[in-house]
């Protein structure tokens, strides 16, 4: 069972950032691939970025690419989404995820929620205008 808890969430204004903070309970956490989904009121949960086990590969959204950078730190069991230039429209609650990598994925894997064994309990963001 790996536990996943989600931190850094905040109210911020437009143009601000924040780092969202990952960290799992596990001591193979270089073998899971990692997703960060934001669910917003009233809307279904929606994949924002992913990244392997190495840290090697990642996919965004496209309409946050340029401005979120998921990362990861294994020796810190730790994956990280650095947001940037935040608009009202990424406000939601947003959720990290875990999978295990057995081998290469494309983003339609990263993107899928049934892909994840493990979820975080989310964190909010807020972004006012």
């Known amino acids: 069972q790996v536990q996943l808890i989600e931190s850094g969430g905040g109210l911020v204004q437009a143009g601000d950032s924040l780092r969202l903070a990952c960290a799992a309970s596990t001591r193979s956490f270089s073998n899971y691939f990692m997703g960060w989904f934001h669910q917003a009121p009233g809307k279904e949960r929606e994949f924002v970025g992913g990244i392997s086990a190495s840290g090697s590969t990642t996919y965004y959204l496209d309409s946050v690419k340029g401005r979120f950078t998921i990362s990861r730190d294994n020796a810190k069991n730790t994956v990280y989404l650095q947001m940037n230039s935040l608009e009202p429209e990424d406000t939601a609650v947003y959720y990290c995820?875990?999978?295990?990598?057995?081998?290469?994925?494309?983003?339609?894997?990263?993107?899928?929620?049934?892909?994840?064994?493990?979820w975080g309990q989310g964190t909010q963001v807020t972004v006012s205008s």
């Open positions: 995820g875990a999978g295990t990598q057995r081998t290469f994925y494309t983003k339609s894997t990263y993107s899928t929620e049934s892909a994840y064994a493990y």
